[in-house]
């Protein structure tokens, strides 16, 4: 399936971005920081078109370190009142590496997905993000599962540079809430420096 997520011009700290199936067929909304949230800081608000909330992120996560002292933040996607997904984002061990973009932990359905940066002619692209699917429970950075999802991704994130809308394609029947997945991640993403 692909989609389509747009983030809207704002003057203020306030972000908002909308989900497209397709090109055209608006399907979710999100918004951060924007005056439907008074109460809710540090949230993401997922809603549908007519407004109906349908679920939240807390942004941001906490920072903590993983078993092997890897920087980390979490991330928990709230659906029907229960945390539905929760959204590891790691840094590379060498932080100081131009080409040391994030990668995200995605576990979600009693399954655990990766979203890695891309590689392009030897530098990893922080505008193209791939999938992979089947993740191990103890990932170490550089590990062979990391080779193997570059080489075989399931689905991915293009940002278009000009328009700053991002591109997503991910096989149906994946997950049972995929948009709120992808609109999530996608938020995450966007929320990384240039």
């Given at each position: 399936m692909e989609?389509?997520?747009?983030f809207l011009p704002s003057a203020s700290d306030e972000q908002r971005c909308h989900l497209y199936v397709g090109q055209n067929?608006?399907?979710?909304?999100?918004d951060y920081g924007t005056p439907w949230l008074a109460g809710d800081t540090g949230?993401?608000?997922?809603?549908?078109?007519?407004?109906?909330?349908?679920?939240?992120l807390e942004f941001p996560g906490h920072k903590t370190n993983s078993k092997g002292g890897q920087s980390r933040t979490s991330f928990a996607l709230i659906y029907d009142h229960a945390v539905y997904a929760i959204f590891n984002q790691h840094t590379w061990?060498?932080?100081?590496?131009?080409?040391?973009?994030?990668?995200?932990?995605?576990?979600?359905?009693?399954?655990?997905?990766?979203?890695?940066?891309e590689e392009t002619n030897g530098r990893v692209a922080p505008d193209r993000y791939v999938f992979c699917d089947n993740a191990p429970a103890n990932?170490?950075?550089?590990?062979?599962?990391m080779d193997d999802c570059l080489a075989d991704p399931v689905g991915e994130i293009?940002?278009?540079?000009?328009?700053?809308?991002?591109?997503?394609?991910?096989p149906d029947g994946r997950f049972r809430q995929p948009q709120l997945i992808l609109l999530a991640?996608?938020?995450l993403i966007h929320q990384l420096p240039d």
């Open positions: 989609y389509t997520i747009k067929r608006l399907s979710l909304v999100a949230k993401v608000r997922f809603s549908r078109p007519s407004g109906d909330t349908l679920a939240s061990p060498d932080e100081d590496d131009p080409d040391a973009v994030p990668y995200f932990v995605i576990e979600t359905e009693g399954q655990r997905w990766l979203a890695l940066g990932l170490q950075s550089y590990a062979q599962p293009h940002r278009e540079q000009v328009t700053a809308d991002y591109q997503v394609t991910l991640l996608v938020f």
